[in-house]
């Protein structure tokens, strides 16, 4: 099977400024590890996605491979063509979108602004103008195509950044959280255009970031799990939380505390944790991974030893978040 994306022990480092030396990531030397010996291979076809907190590494990654920034060692293929000798070459295959990113000019209509993008990449005119109209469509946006860019709400503006990234039809398209911010519906246009745009075309492929799980399990073929620089895990979001089908994931609310958290990991059979505070509603909400339902019992003598009374508990189904938060030590919206 052809391989998008193939990534060989990628490196990146930066240099730390002397008062900056304590970062996320491994340090090293006054060095930050962003990326360490990161190997993935992508098959052609495949959409696939890089999950990790922030300041994994994933924008690092994504960098790379669009050749934005140049790694430290290693060597990353993007569509059989190394990025580093040959930029310009895989430049014309792909293209990227970044959330929370602008693009354009104010003073243009999102109809003007796709146009001028379509132009920058010489596509035929006749082509530019029937997949803008595509785009304006499926993306629920031709009410807006008269519209001056500066007169968009955020998320619409987000919505074009986007669009703006699939004018040129790229054959690998990198999306670093495509849906940060987006509202319910708008990141629900977004999914299935990404969805369609891959379904019309087995040779796309997609690269997508994003902190939203639910997102991940839903789309994806397959995802990364990064942490500190290092690939953790790399399968299909099914296979990931069959991993965790022995153990048993248990939801449990208690009144807002936010002493002594942290020995609740240190409970027998309790394999991770993860704790949230829900200041608006009074609750601590914790999250308790266990090696067999059976532990469960510690649990509960040890809340009621600390004086914590539970407001319930719940089990659940092992989620692509339970399969992080066993793998990286905290959620995503981690406070531990
Ligand atoms: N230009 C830079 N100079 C110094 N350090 C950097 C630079 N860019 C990234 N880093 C560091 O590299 C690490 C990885 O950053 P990166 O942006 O790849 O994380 P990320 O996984 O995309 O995080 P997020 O989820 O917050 O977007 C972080 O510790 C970050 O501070
Ligand atoms: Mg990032």
């Given at each position: 099977m052809n391989l998008a994306v193939e990534t060989f022990d990628l490196n990146r480092t930066f240099k730390l400024k002397k008062a900056k030396n304590k970062g996320e990531n491994g340090n090293n030397n006054g060095k930050?590890?962003?990326?360490?010996n990161a190997n993935i291979k992508i098959h052609q076809g495949e959409l696939f996605g890089l999950l990790g907190p922030n300041g994994a590494g994933k924008t690092t990654l994504i960098k790379i491979l669009a050749t934005l920034l140049l790694p430290t060692s290693g060597t990353g293929l993007v569509d059989g063509i190394d990025v580093v000798k040959y930029p310009e070459k895989v430049r014309k295959k792909i293209n990227m979108v970044s959330g929370g990113e602008h693009c354009g000019y104010?003073?243009?209509t999102v109809r003007e602004t796709l146009w001028m993008f379509s132009q920058f990449y010489g596509i035929a005119t006749k082509v530019a103008h029937r997949r803008i109209d595509e785009l304006l469509k499926i993306l629920k946006m031709e009410e807006f195509a008269k519209t001056k860019i500066g007169k968009l709400s955020t998320g619409l503006r987000q919505k074009l950044n986007f669009m703006r990234g699939f004018v040129c039809d790229p054959k690998i398209m990198f999306l670093?959280?495509?849906?940060?911010?987006?509202d319910v519906q708008i990141a629900r246009d977004v999914r299935i255009y990404i969805r369609t745009w891959m379904k019309e075309n087995p040779e796309r492929t997609v690269l997508l970031t994003t902190h939203y799980m639910a997102e991940a399990d839903e789309l994806c073929d397959r995802v990364a799990i990064i942490d500190k620089g290092r690939v953790l895990v790399c399968d299909s979001p099914q296979n990931l939380k069959k991993s965790l089908a022995g153990e048993a994931v248990f939801y449990i609310e208690i009144p807002l505390s936010v002493n002594g958290m942290e020995k609740f990991g240190q409970i027998p059979g309790v394999k991770q944790f993860a704790y949230e505070h829900k200041s608006h509603l009074g609750r601590t909400e914790l999250k308790f991974i266990l090696?067999?339902?059976?532990?469960i019992s510690n649990v509960t003598e040890s809340l009621s030893g600390n004086g914590s009374k539970i407001i319930s508990l719940s089990k659940m189904e092992p989620s692509l978040e339970d399969v992080f938060v066993a793998l990286v030590g905290r959620g995503l919206k981690n406070e531990n």
């Open positions: 930050l590890i962003a990326l360490e104010g003073i243009l670093d959280e495509p849906t940060l911010g987006l090696e067999e339902e059976s532990a």
